[in-house]
């Protein structure tokens, strides 16, 4: 056998070859990894689709060079994220002062950024891989890590593509949206196992184990389920109406009105959209005296008297500002209780503000990024999880908007004695439908996760009652006046979950630097031949 030595003019003679970041011939796999992925996000019944699109994205990544992995897993997220979020551009259009071709950048560059975390993901499968057949399952914690830590704009997560299997959501009361991440992807991640280790005895048996875990978890959540159907015909309620309207126009507070009394009598509570009031000094202790309440109020957004004929504790959205704050604040996003002798009883302060519609990420360091998001309103955040105690004495939690996507925010109010969870938003800005009924998607595990009933009170839309165990059990449709009259169950025990916090994604991050640690340590042979 002869051997020929490489020297420079030999390696110069040799064609050149262009090697592109992602494969032409691998392209339209790439995009229908990405629709799989993406389609669970606007029907919800195409969940087991997801499972399949991830598991394609795990093989693919371990069946390329590294640098392979992460630009086809980055495109792959690109389009599964524009599939899901494709509402956005027109949103941002309509919320901003960016031109439409300025939106759709923005939406772009969101995209992109988001995006880098299934490229992340991509690469990490494939060196798991290389490794060693079995370390691919080290791709769940990484995941979780992932999400979890990488800087996003909206807390959207994994889970939220399975809200259309119930027995699988129950786990959140364990372990959050983490937990339900964590089993779906272990189930793609099985049908990885298998098909790279597929003549192999060793990923079967790995892959068997895995499988019972998770038909044992459906089955208990399952169980849970029925459980919970039972537990919430016996437990304690109380009557709730929701009125849905949009605050923008100016007949707008005479309908709220009108609908209300319409349930006169019939309801311990009545719940009024985010921005329904005006701007109020946070002194103001009542509304029973119009020139006391004028001294108090911003006139050119004065509402005097909220509900002349109020008949029982009344939720609504407004602003409060300090002293010497008038007409100019700043402002907090406020929800007051006011109770039948119109007196104030109660406030709730928004404590986390929207990004894009509130504030801006860097806007500290380009301040004419509030100008080009239309954000001229100066909002502080508030500081207390206390819930609100209704005349009743029935303790509820509050939730504001986009707060109701925050999970912690929900379970700090419930270990502060919450029996049930109302969440106030607006969203009238928001033309596209599906931009609010991804808004609910991105709340419901709040319910489960603290096993306490959600009440969402919105301008448009979706206003609906969440039972603790996850199901809408009733609605109004989007866009339409209405008001939503519910039994709302009320709990006290609390969950695991609500006790213990995201402790699976520190667990996570905790095995993810361990295997980091072991990759400084590891060197994979550099023998290994992948496909192109």
């Known amino acids: 056998m002869s051997v020929i030595e490489a020297t420079p003019a030999t390696l110069a003679a040799r064609p050149r070859t262009v090697s592109l970041p992602i494969s032409i011939q691998r392209l339209p796999a790439t995009v229908t990894v990405g629709v799989l992925i993406g389609m669970p996000w606007i029907y919800s019944a195409c969940f087991p689709l997801g499972c399949l699109g991830y598991s394609w994205l795990f093989i693919r990544a371990a069946s390329v060079t590294p640098s392979r992995a992460y630009w086809e897993s980055f495109a792959t997220g690109a389009i599964a994220l524009s599939i899901a979020f494709h509402w956005a551009p027109h949103s941002i259009f309509g919320t901003t002062n960016l031109s439409f071709q300025l939106s759709v950048v923005v939406f772009a560059g969101l995209i992109l950024w988001e995006a880098i975390a299934f490229a992340m993901i991509g690469w990490v499968t494939n060196r798991l891989h290389q490794w060693g057949s079995s370390w691919i399952w080290c791709v769940v914690p990484a995941w979780l890590t992932i999400e ?213 990420p860097g806007e500290r360091w380009l301040p004419v990024l509030r100008d080009w998001a239309a954000v001229s309103t100066e909002l502080i955040r508030g500081a207390s999880d206390a819930p609100l105690t209704l005349s009743s004495g029935r303790r509820v939690g509050m939730l504001v908007c986009y707060e109701d996507m925050v999970a912690k925010n929900a379970a700090s109010s419930v270990r502060e004695g919450a029996e049930c969870l109302i969440a106030l938003a607006n969203g009238s800005a928001f033309k596209d439908p599906d931009t609010l009924e991804q808004h609910l998607k991105l709340a419901q595990l709040r319910a489960v996760e603290n096993r306490r009933s959600l009440v969402r009170c919105a301008a448009t839309g979706v206003s609906c009652l969440v039972l603790p165990d996850g199901t809408v059990a009733k609605r109004l449709p989007i866009g339409e006046d209405g008001i939503l009259i519910v039994d709302v169950p009320l709990e006290s025990r609390l969950t695991f979950y609500t006790r213990h916090g995201d402790w699976l994604a520190t667990i996570s991050v905790v095995m993810s630097f361990a295997v980091i640690v072991l990759a400084l340590l590891h060197r994979p042979s550099p023998s290994r031949n992948f496909a192109s």
């Open 148 to 360: 979890t830590q990488w800087p996003r704009v909206f807390s959207w997560s994994t889970a939220h593509a399975y809200l259309g299997f119930p027995p699988l959501l129950q786990v959140a009361e364990l372990a959050g949206t983490s937990g339900v991440t964590a089993c779906a992807l272990l189930g793609s991640v099985a049908i990885t196992r298998v098909w790279l280790g597929r003549n192999a005895h060793r990923a079967w048996l790995e892959t068997a184990l895995v499988i019972g875990l998770l038909v044992a978890v459906c089955l208990w959540g399952q169980v849970t389920l029925n459980h919970w159907h039972e537990r919430i015909l016996n437990s304690a309620s109380m009557a709730v109406a929701a009125v849905q309207v949009d605050p923008t126009p100016h007949e707008s507070l005479a309908k709220m009105q009108s609908l209300s009394s319409t349930v006169a009598g019939q309801v311990d509570l009545l719940l009024w959209p985010e921005s329904t009031l005006g701007n109020y000094d946070i002194s103001l202790e009542h509304f029973r005296d119009q020139a006391y309440v004028i001294n108090r109020c911003e006139a050119v957004l004065g509402i005097f008297d909220p509900y002349p004929a109020i008949h029982c504790d009344l939720l609504a959205g407004g602003k409060t500002y300090d002293d010497g704050g008038r007409d100019h604040g700043p402002y907090r996003n406020t929800a007051f209780l006011i109770d039948r002798d119109k007196s104030v009883s109660g406030r709730y302060v928004k404590r986390s503000l929207m990004p894009i519609g509130e504030y801006v």
